[in-house]
Each structure stands twice: as C-alpha cells, then as structure tokens.
C-alpha cells in the first residue's frame, strides 16, 4: 500500500492493494471525545478521488458536517419522519407521508449516499415511477417528500445544497387534477338537482372544503344571519382501522379557517337546515344526530364516505362528466374560483393551504395568472340553487 501525504486539512492519497482502489482522506482533527474524525471517499483512479477529496474539503468548509457522510438516504428519510414534521401533522397524513417515501422513494434512492446524492439520480427515480404508472399527482406527492426531506438535511448540516429543487415535475400517464369549467359546473349542479346531497356538493364545489371536513361541518360553527355570513372549518371526519367515524381535527394548523360565503352557499344551508328538520321529525326517537353535523345520514348518522362517493359518481354520470370523486370538487373549485378572477392568495386561505406556494405546486395547471376579482364573483355560477329531494 503506497501514501501520498498533503498537509493536514487537504487530505491524504493512497492505493489500497487489498481493494484494488485509490482511498482519499480527511484529517479534520478529533471530536468533543478525542475520536480522530477522517471521512474517506474511494474511486478506481487516483485522479478521481483527488476530485471526490477536493469536493469533500469544500464541503467541509461549507459547514457541512462530512463526517456523516456514510448517512444514506433511506436513513436521512427515517430521521426526518421521526424529527421532521410539523408536531400538529395528522396521524392519517403522517402515515401517507410514510407510506410514499418507504413504499416509492427510498427503494431506488435509499441505498446511495446522502452526500453522493445528484439530481439526475432524483430525476432517475421519477422515470422509475412513471414506468410504474405512477399518476402525475402522486408523482408530484414523492418529489415534494424528497425536497422536504433533503430541506431537513441542510438544517442539520448534512448537505450543502437540495439536489431535488432542480427536478421537475412529471405529467404522468394519466390526467392532471380535476377542474371544471363554469358551463360544467353549472351542467352537474343541474344534474344534481333532487339528490341528497346537492347541498353538500354546492358547499364543496364553491368553496373547495375536503370531504372530510364538509362531513364534519357542525351547525356551531354556521352563521348564516348578519352582513357577513360564514363557516368555521373546525374538524374532519375520519374512519378509524377499526371502521369507527369519528371527529378529528384537520389536516394542519392553517386548515382550520372561517370562511365567508357568498349566497348560494347561504342558500343551500338554509335548505339544508330545513330538510334535516324534516329528517329528524320523521326519524322521532331514532334522530342521533350527536354532534350536530350539517350533512347526516336520514337518521342523523354521519355520513359514510363509500356512500358518498357512490353519491358524486352518480350525480356525475348524470351530468356526462367523467367519475367524479369527493376529493376532487376540490381541485374544481380551485379551478372556477381562479376563473371567477380570485387572487391566488384568496384561494389558498380558502383552501387551508399552509402557503401560496402549496397552492401553485397542487393546482399548477387549474390555476390561472388572475391576481384580482373577489369570492362574490362566484355567485355567477349558480342563478337558482337546485333543490334536494323531497
């Protein structure tokens, strides 16, 4: 075995006959209990690794801590599920996260090192996925998971810089998400006409609320007298493992918002209000409304959300709209509140995003560039509320 020595700082140089390659190291001194700290890198040419050993001093200077550089990514992603979400993050969201990074991500990525990472790598992953038939908005879920986790490694000094913020994202083979125009919207509001549920379907369209939350919307929380009527989103409805539905608070910190409506989401309340007082004097001692919720089963229950969306399928079909799913009147409302003329800043307090840039990243594609116009615009899309069924 030869040695090549340099001074102190800038690394040593030798062939380790044993591996048949050439080893570089760092000599960084000893840590707070005297380990002598000496990151390596390796490479089949004494010219390659002199390039790796360079990059590893300047990332040394840099400030990050390249003594961890053995840190793959799958352990970066299991440190960053553990420390690095938000402490009021859902266990439902929590468990997505988890399930897209260890069941998508860190199969391809989390074998290479962190510090080894390289965008077209990320870029690599993404072409694996979309192999796989990966829908484009799943594809998307993974490439933000990636930049957040690499986002968590800057703050502890483990990279220099997020090699996933170049990538962008893909189209994926299937559509993108779901918008309506307002000549669809009016075409399904008058399909559901007589339907359950077409107050439900009016409060989600125009006002984007998830399915979850629209089920757990409490009269408490209605307030429909006044100049400036409005709702409180302050729950959602979630089935546990055991199959229980039960109330639980929303997805983040900024899901819980008062929102002002405009009058034909005034309306279809009002109607609302009176069919379930129709419900509850039919139902007499079987009503069982305990958390006195908005939109209930005809006894009082609330809703089960397979009902549901058996529900928006059949109002869809009727309309001659492809298959509608709960979720997705979410991203139409994004879509017509955008071409009623509201600012996206409006549409993202609207939608309980964390910030704007959440807004861009989902609904990249329904939103347009319209930075001016107010939610009443939206009382254009409904001239006469439709009536639920009798």
């Not at 990966?134 to 990636?146: D, F, K, Q, V």
């Not at 059949?314 to 879509?335: E, T, Y």
């Amino acid at each position: 075995m030869t040695r090549m020595r340099r001074d102190r700082g800038d690394g040593t140089l030798y062939f380790d006959e044993r591996r048949d390659r050439w080893i570089g190291q760092l000599d960084l001194g000893t840590d707070h209990t005297g380990q002598r700290r000496r990151p390596k890198v390796s490479g089949r040419t004494r010219a390659e690794v002199r390039i790796k050993l360079m990059e590893l001093r300047d990332k040394h200077e840099a400030g990050v801590d390249v003594t961890t550089r053995a840190m793959t990514f799958a352990q970066l992603v299991d440190a960053f599920l553990e420390r690095g979400l938000p402490g009021d993050l859902t266990e439902n969201t929590r468990s997505n996260y988890e399930r897209m990074l260890h069941l998508n991500v860190t199969p391809i990525l989390g074998d290479l090192r962190l510090l080894e990472l390289k965008s077209d790598q990320v870029e690599a992953m993404l072409d694996t996925l979309e192999e796989k038939g990966m829908a484009a908005s799943s594809m998307r879920h993974a490439l933000n998971l990636t930049r957040r986790a690499l986002r968590f490694a800057i703050l502890r000094d483990l990279v220099i810089r997020n090699v996933a913020e170049p990538v962008q994202t893909r189209r994926g083979p299937k559509a993108e998400r779901f918008g309506l125009t307002v000549t669809q919207a009016k075409r399904l509001l008058e399909a559901a006409e007589g339907e359950r549920l077409v107050n439900m379907l009016i409060l989600c369209l125009l006002l984007g609320l998830r399915p979850g939350e629209a089920s757990a919307l409490a009269w408490e929380h209605v307030e429909l007298d006044g100049d400036r009527p409005t709702i409180t989103v302050a729950a959602s409805l979630r089935r546990t493992p055991q199959g229980e539905l039960v109330l639980v608070p929303p997805k983040t910190a900024t899901s819980k918002r008062t929102l002002e409506i405009p009058p034909p989401v005034v309306a279809a309340l009002r109607a609302q209000r009176a069919m379930q007082q129709a419900d509850a004097d039919s139902a007499g001692s079987a009503w069982q409304n305990t958390h006195d919720l908005v939109f209930t089963t005809e006894v009082g229950t609330p809703l089960d959300p397979s009902n549901v969306r058996r529900a928006y399928t059949r109002m869809a079909k009727n309309a001659d709209i492809a298959h509608l799913h709960p979720h997705m009147l979410r991203h139409a409302a994004a879509s017509l509140l955008s071409a009623a003329g509201v600012p996206i800043e409006d549409i993202s307090d609207t939608l309980g995003h964390r910030s704007v840039s959440v807004t861009a990243e989902i609904y990249r594609h329904p939103i347009a560039p319209i930075r001016s116009g107010h939610m009443a615009a939206m009382n254009q899309l409904i001239d006469t509320p439709p009536k639920p069924a009798s």
